[in-house]
């Protein structure tokens, strides 16, 4: 039973990457967009265009048959009676499978997926520079109410945080700039809040 538990919650965790991966390449006009997954078969027969996330639902499937696995192997554990188990053949059975199944499922989606994705680079940097939260960059130069003022303006008027904090502060164009660049604030904003208040 723990042998397949744990293969189990390997399936889980890669039926997880697969429909995150699903997720984010939906679109590009109605869904997120954020990347795109390789196209490896020929789209749907009824929207023309469209590449459907074959592997990702290939493996998501794989994991399906695991998870079915895992019952019966729990339900031929719970028939032993005593010492004695006559269900070991299925058991073992549906463990070597399993083990086989999530091996090439996993290597599948790592060759046939995970090594062609494709960023949408332009639109994550956009939805970065869009963001209110990034005036908490802010805070220690105009202070918190301040940057909270130029966040809501930007949310309002659908502009980013950068064009109002360059009407409403004194900061230099180039400075703002380097506050408010959404690489190094991923890198290290946290970081640098906490040496700051040191």
């Known amino acids: ?67 079915g696995m895992d019952v019966t192997v729990n339900w031929a554990v719970a028939e032993g009676q005593l010492q004695l188990n006559a269900f070991d053949p299925v058991m073992v059975h549906e ?13 599948t989606f790592r060759v046939n997926c995970v090594e062609g994705i494709e960023i949408n680079a332009d639109l994550g940097r956009s939805y970065a520079q869009s963001s209110p939260s990034i005036s908490a960059a802010l805070n220690h130069y105009i202070g918190y109410e301040h940057a909270a003022d130029i966040a809501a303006e930007a949310v309002h008027t659908g502009r980013t945080v950068r064009e ?35």
Request: glycine share 6%; net charge neutral; aromatic share 2%.
């Open 1 to 67: 039973m723990a042998t397949s538990a744990a293969i189990k919650s390997l399936a889980v965790h890669l039926k997880k990457a697969a429909d995150d991966l699903r997720l984010l390449n939906s679109g590009p006009r109605c869904g997120f967009n954020d990347l795109n997954v390789p196209a490896r078969q020929a789209g749907s027969s009824i929207m023309p265009a469209k590449v459907n996330p074959v592997i990702p639902e290939c493996v998501n499937q794989c994991c399906f048959t695991i998870f």
């Open 164 to 198: 109002v904090a360059g009407e409403r502060t004194d900061l230099p164009a180039e400075q703002l700039d380097e506050i408010l660049d959404p690489i190094r604030l991923a890198r290290g904003l946290g970081q640098t809040c906490r040496e700051r208040q040191e």
């Open 95 to 107: 463990l070597l499978t399993g083990m086989a199944l999530l091996t090439h499922a996993m290597e």
